[in-house]
């Protein structure tokens, strides 16, 4: 059973901190990681997307990847309210398979 | 620009009345996957279309069927609905390349979502 786990927060960090989001996957082979903000009643948008040990940065945004610990995060900084939202983590499987699993997502709270 | 269209946005229906929701997309996927979502949960695949080729989830109730008449149009079925099908229900696409057994899909794209109650 494919896994990616994520804790399901609320995380509240104040406005201009560093909010930290983490996910854990079981599929050692998996080779692409995605994180997807979700506003609630909305649907999916992705932010982030990383292939290769190490870190990528967008803007605010760095998704930071370590496969030997199988472990992906998302780290935004300078946090503003307006990042308050459902983080999803989502990876594909391995050995051809093109579908992600989901974790259930974690809550940010950013407070003024 | 819209790339994936979901109508209707918001579908009320009764018991047991069967509903379609329709998405489609201007980005020529070969991909299209229904997501069932419910509060605080994860969205769920009931299904996915690989072009043409219909791939059911083992646990999607015979409920829900879904058709794809060409690549741009996928529509969902839910026959008869129960209180327990009320959710978001998510289309999304991607463009997914390679050999059978390196298939690597690309991001994928959400449409905005119809929110199903059922009274």
């Known amino acids: 059973q494919k896994e990616v786990e994520q804790n399901s927060g609320p995380l509240s960090v104040p406005e201009g901190a560093i909010a930290s989001l983490n996910c854990t996957y079981s599929?050692?082979?998996?080779?692409?990681f995605f994180w997807y903000r979700q506003y609630s009643g909305k649907s999916p948008e992705l932010i982030m997307f990383?292939?290769?040990?190490g870190d990528k940065e967008d803007g605010r945004f760095t998704a930071q990847l370590n496969k030997a610990s199988q472990y992906v995060s998302l780290l935004i900084r300078d946090s503003q309210p307006s990042d308050s939202a459902t983080y999803l983590c989502?990876?594909?499987?391995?050995?051809?398979?093109?579908?992600?699993?989901f974790g259930r997502g974690t809550s940010l709270i950013v407070h003024p | 620009d819209a790339m994936v269209i979901q109508n209707p946005r918001y579908q009320v229906t009764q018991f047991g009345k069967p509903v379609t929701l329709s998405c489609s997309q201007t980005?020529?996927?070969?991909?299209m996957y229904w997501y069932q979502q419910k509060s605080s949960q994860a969205p769920k695949l009931l299904f996915h279309?690989?072009?043409?080729?219909?791939?059911n989830e083992a646990d999607t109730p015979d409920n829900f069927q879904s058709r794809r008449p060409n690549t741009s149009f996928c529509f969902l079925d839910i026959r008869s609905p129960g209180l327990g099908d009320a959710a978001m229900y998510l289309c999304?696409?991607?463009?997914?390349?390679?050999?059978?057994?390196?298939?690597?899909?690309?991001?994928?794209?959400f449409g905005p979502g119809t929110r199903l109650t059922v009274l």
């Open positions: 279309y690989y072009d043409k080729d219909f791939n």
């Open positions: 980005l020529n996927h070969n991909v």
């Open positions: 990383i292939y290769s040990n």
């Open positions: 999304a696409t991607s463009r997914v390349a390679g050999l059978a057994a390196t298939k690597v899909a690309d991001t994928q794209y």
């Open positions: 989502a990876v594909p499987s391995a050995g051809g398979s093109y579908i992600p699993t």
């Open positions: 599929d050692r082979g998996s080779q692409s």
